[in-house]
């Protein structure tokens, strides 16, 4: 029972078209994905909104939905915890955010990581992509970093070594960071694409058992 989420009981009980509740719903998909306290929050939370985009009920918004469903995908403890917040502390799915992030990603994380992006710097012998790759997995860490796009456009450029900056002002044909957030972004993503795939031929050809590394390629910082 969560007596602290506004309306609970009485909004999860609303019938899909084939009889089962929301909750019902959900129960199957998080079954083996519930939180712990064990696994990175912000991954669980991706996961949960996955899952939970895909309900839509012309009566309720999609985060009412999320706001109601959340406490079923906690386990154990962790369930325990949102049972004790004051009743009535959580009335938006954004109170609820704040809660759990705070409860299960400290402050002291957060501020470490937030310091490990604003002093971020390429690695001596570290390759562009790799460089990018890092970065981006830093803001996966901490995706409320709270910094604005072209403020870690500025940090990432001027972390890198001089031929990289120079790679990046070629592409934009002048001052990279002239550019608007979005042709930097995409200006990035390209050389990134171009230096894996000449990385990835080189391995194949060197190996034909290898297999390339894996890397995931996003046009936007929003990586949740």
């Known amino acids: 029972k969560t007596t602290n989420v506004v309306e609970s009981e009485i909004r999860t009980n609303v019938t899909m078209a084939d009889n089962r509740t929301m909750a019902q719903m959900l129960q199957a998909p998080m079954k083996s994905n519930q939180f712990t306290g064990r696994q990175d929050p912000h991954n669980h939370l991706r996961f949960f909104?996955?899952?939970?985009?895909?309900?839509?009920?012309?009566?309720?918004?999609?985060?009412?939905?999320?706001?109601?469903?959340?406490?079923?995908?906690?386990?154990?403890?962790?369930?325990?915890?949102?049972?004790?917040?004051?009743?009535?502390?959580?009335?938006?799915?954004?109170?609820?955010?704040?809660?759990?992030?705070?409860?299960?990603?400290?402050?002291?994380?957060?501020?470490?990581?937030?310091?490990?992006?604003?002093?971020f710097l390429q690695k001596p012998n570290?390759?562009?992509?790799?460089?990018?790759?890092?970065?981006?997995?830093?803001?996966?860490?901490?995706?409320?970093?709270?910094?604005?796009?072209?403020?870690?456009?500025?940090?990432?450029?001027?972390?890198?070594n001089p031929n990289d900056q120079d790679a990046l002002d070629s592409a934009a044909r002048g001052n990279f960071l002239d550019k608007i957030p979005r042709e930097c972004l995409l200006i990035i993503e390209s050389k990134s694409k171009v230096r894996y795939s000449r990385s990835r031929f080189t391995d194949l050809r060197e190996n034909a058992n290898a297999s390339p590394p894996s890397s995931s390629h996003s046009n936007s910082f929003d990586l949740q």
């Open 126 to 160: 570290e390759t562009f992509n790799e460089a990018w790759d890092r970065f981006k997995d830093l803001l996966r860490q901490c995706p409320h970093h709270g910094f604005t796009e072209l403020h870690l456009l500025d940090t990432f450029y001027n972390a890198l």
């Open 49 to 119: 909104n996955k899952v939970t985009s895909t309900f839509r009920h012309l009566e309720v918004p999609n985060t009412t939905i999320k706001l109601l469903l959340f406490p079923f995908s906690l386990e154990g403890e962790d369930r325990i915890w949102l049972d004790k917040e004051p009743p009535r502390s959580i009335l938006t799915w954004e109170d609820l955010l704040s809660k759990f992030i705070n409860q299960f990603f400290p402050p002291s994380k957060t501020t470490y990581l937030r310091n490990e992006i604003t002093n």
